[in-house]
């Protein structure tokens, strides 16, 4: 079973950065695609980034599009999401999640297991 670890959130103006981390405890995750989602107050848990398990693979919301950057450090069994260009609508709890299959790429919740706990990103305007 993994544990995964969430950290790097925080409060940031508009316009800011952030990057978080996830790292990864009690099996490789070399063989999974893992990705970022998120949560905001009184929605539902939405896809936000995922990455291959060879991380030559990448697929973003349009929402984050061009803004975001996953990667991945198999090396180090953890994995980063880079936050440009943050807007208050980016407030939310990231959660990274582990694909539930090995060798795709998942882009939905219900492919991903194993959740985090969660970082909280606040964007003030």
């Known amino acids: 079973q993994v544990q995964l670890v969430e950290s790097g959130g925080g409060l940031v103006q508009a316009g800011g950065s952030l990057r978080l981390s996830c790292a990864a405890s009690g099996r490789t995750i070399r063989n999974y695609a893992m990705g970022w989602f998120r949560q905001a107050p009184g929605k539902e848990r939405e896809f936000v980034a995922a990455i291959s398990w060879s991380g030559g693979s990448t697929f973003y919301a349009d929402s984050v599009k061009g803004r975001f950057t996953i990667s991945r450090d198999n090396a180090k069994n953890t994995v980063y999401l880079q936050m440009n260009a943050l807007k208050p609508e980016d407030t939310a709890v990231y959660y990274c999640?582990?694909?539930?299959?090995?060798?795709?790429?998942?882009?939905?919740?219900?492919?991903?297991?194993?959740w985090g706990q969660g970082t909280q990103v606040t964007v003030s305007s």
């Open positions: 999640a582990v694909d539930k299959s090995a060798y795709r790429l998942g882009n939905s919740p219900t492919d991903f297991g194993s």
